[in-house]
């Protein structure tokens, strides 16, 4: 099996060693791993620079892009940005090699397709560091549009205070680009699992939980925005499952005493997001088997829990009726959190 510090080659950009050397450690490190994200990487840049916590570096690896993402970063003049160039090596790898970068005692992570908002950084600080028994905060995430709009759709987190076993249920810390971590917890447990091309975050932060004494906690406001890209729709479901039945096997190897019940119920979480993403794509056969897949892992997967259900109704839907469910429980999910999108001033 693989090893967790999924090194890679690096170089540094010059400004980045003078940095080092004359500078003292920021708090916060923001670690933005980039791979051929022309468009989107300055306003992902830009609102890490921007962040009403002032005390940070922003640390971005260009994992070998082929398209104009390092003349953009070339272009953006802050000391505080630093860049780091390495062959292409994975999502996992380009994180490890920001985290070993990063002279922070704390590291943020954002996708560089993705935006935080302004005061993100200095909300959830302030809850790490008024408790230090919390090793992880997050956030809810705002949807955006592949041009950058803002749809008002909130992607909430369903628990505020995730326990291990309620993290291996399900990833309630959301996409990767809502986490702030103490350094601490990756000297602890070490760093992303290279050989995982997706479910890697799940991977990390229930390694976290489990080899640490840290805790999980939510930031209870979408601080994050989430960008929505047209590649969603060459969602390969194959390569999505066979990572995620390798993250699933890391977590059964490694923590023997959490009860089959609940892994098998992470199991079949990640068969039904791969059937949610299959019906959105128009893959019908496809959605349905990754359905049953995931029934067979938990039988009343239907009746504990409404996600499951509402992927169930969504295959044997025609698009209209799936669009309209689809609103309504948002809407109603939306309801009981008591979320409002946060304006940026």
């Given at each position: ?339 409002s999108v946060v304006a940026e001033t």
């Amino acid at each position: 099996m693989s090893t967790f510090d999924g090194r890679a080659t690096t170089a540094k950009a010059p400004h980045a060693q003078a940095a080092d050397a004359e500078t003292p450690a920021p708090v916060l490190s923001i670690v933005i791993p980039a791979y051929n994200v022309e468009a989107y990487i300055e306003d992902a840049v830009r609102s890490a620079l921007g962040q009403t916590f002032r005390d940070l570096e922003v640390i971005v690896v260009d994992d070998g892009s082929t398209d104009r993402t390092p003349d953009v970063l070339s272009a953006i003049d802050d000391p505080r940005l630093r860049v780091v160039r390495q062959e292409n090596g994975g999502l996992s790898a380009a994180r490890n090699t920001g985290i070993r970068s990063a002279r922070g005692e704390f590291i943020g992570l954002l996708d560089g397709d993705d935006i935080w908002l302004r005061q993100k950084a200095a909300l959830q600080l302030a809850v790490m560091m008024a408790d230090p028994s919390i090793g992880l905060t997050f956030s809810h995430s705002e949807y955006l549009t592949e041009r950058g709009a803002r749809t008002g759709r909130v992607l909430l987190a369903g628990k505020a205070h995730p326990s291990l076993h309620d993290m291996i249920r399900r990833n309630h810390l959301g996409n990767g680009s809502t986490v702030i971590a103490r350094r601490a917890c990756f000297d602890d447990a070490g760093l992303f699992m290279t050989e995982l091309r997706s479910c890697e975050d799940y991977e990390m932060w229930r390694r976290i939980l489990w080899l640490t004494s840290y805790r999980a906690v939510l930031t209870p406001a979408p601080l994050t925005l989430y960008r929505l890209r047209e590649s969603s729709l060459s969602f390969n479901s194959r390569k999505f499952v066979e990572n995620a039945d390798l993250a699933m096997a890391v977590l059964r190897r490694d923590m023997p005493n959490v009860p089959e019940r609940v892994m098998r119920a992470g199991h079949a979480e990640h068969y039904r997001i791969a059937a949610w993403k299959a019906i959105s794509c128009g893959r019908h056969r496809e959605a349905f088997g990754l359905m049953r897949r995931a029934l067979s892992l938990r039988p009343m997967f239907l009746f504990a829990d409404w996600r499951a259900l509402g992927t169930a109704v969504a295959i044997v839907s025609p698009a209209i009726v799936r669009e309209k469910l689809a609103a309504l429980a948002k809407a109603l999910q939306k309801s009981h959190s008591g979320v409002s999108v946060v304006a940026e001033t």
